[in-house]
């Protein structure tokens, strides 16, 4: 059932394109229901005409004023400003969903000066094959119907999660960054195949594919990766041969490092955008 309310997408990039096609797809909202707008008449002629919905260079608040659930698909360290630009137009009743990583709900709340339902939300760019992991967080104003029509819109390009919003730092470095790590890892899957001799079309398909289908082996079977490696794993086989390559280079204790990394630096940023655009705690 198509939802009523109008929604807007202020600055509708890659992800926030993809919510376009993943909330028209599923039914969340209907194109009359439905704008966003880019940075620029070229962007904004080359979504409608995708899209067949209203998209407009600029008019950001035009947009927030005409709408109920506003997303702000925006950077973090232009979210401030586009805040500043809607800030009078924003109602009590509207729903307000950032995807700026490090922007904490407390700064957003800062900022508009207005106590409203506000989400904060870490989709990955897989999002734009409808394959993305997308984690939210909210503040206590949001209403479990409101987390509903939320969740909605984030099923529709993906799995969607609540957290509590301290947990945020993890989920950016875990998910948010997380395809980067994997590309990493198929990237090197393809040089290990031509080293040994694959062409770069099989050794690319093989490696994807691998990827691919152990991960949806992992969500369909619901087993724990260690389980499935074992059944993979013969005594004195091929794999296991090469796992213990794999643990004498650390890959496990590499990978865990970075997302520990990564969430120290999301912490990092957080707190100078606090120390610049409002106080901490």
């Not at 608040?61 to 630009?85: D, G, M």
């Not at 897989?126 to 993305?132: A, N, Q, S, T």
């Amino acid at each position: 059932m198509v939802n009523s309310k109008r929604i807007a997408i202020l600055g509708a990039g890659n992800i926030g394109a993809a919510l376009i096609g993943g909330i028209l797809k599923t039914g969340v909202a209907d194109r009359e229901h439905l704008i966003a707008t880019v940075r620029t008449a070229e962007r904004a002629e080359e979504l409608a005409a995708k899209y067949s919905i209203t998209v407009t260079a600029g008019g950001n608040r035009e947009a927030a004023q005409a709408s109920e659930l506003i997303i702000l698909a925006v950077k973090p360290s232009t979210l401030p400003w586009v805040l500043e630009e809607i800030r009078d137009a924003l109602r009590d009743d509207q729903i307000l969903i950032s995807l700026a990583a490090a922007v904490p709900i407390a700064l957003i709340e800062k900022l508009i000066d207005r106590r409203m339902p506000i989400f904060r939300a870490m989709p990955n760019i897989p999002v734009v094959v409808e394959e993305g992991a997308t984690a939210v967080a909210s503040n206590a104003a949001c209403t479990a119907v409101q987390r509903q029509l939320v969740e909605n819109i984030f099923r529709a390009v993906g799995v969607v999660t609540f957290v509590e919003e301290d947990m945020m730092h993890a989920v950016t470095a875990l998910s948010g960054s997380g395809p980067a790590y994997v590309y990493m890892v198929i990237e090197a899957l393809i040089a290990g195949g031509l080293k040994m001799g694959l062409s770069r079309e099989v050794s690319t398909r093989l490696s994807e594919q691998t990827v691919l289908g152990a991960a949806k082996l992992v969500r369909e079977t619901m087993l724990h990766p260690a389980i499935l490696k074992d059944q993979v794993i013969t005594p004195g086989g091929v794999t296991i041969s090469a796992i213990h390559e794999l643990e004498k280079h650390g890959l496990r204790s590499m990978l865990i490092s970075a997302i520990e990394t990564a969430t120290h630096h999301s912490q990092n940023l957080t707190r100078s955008l606090m120390a610049k655009f409002g106080k901490e705690g």
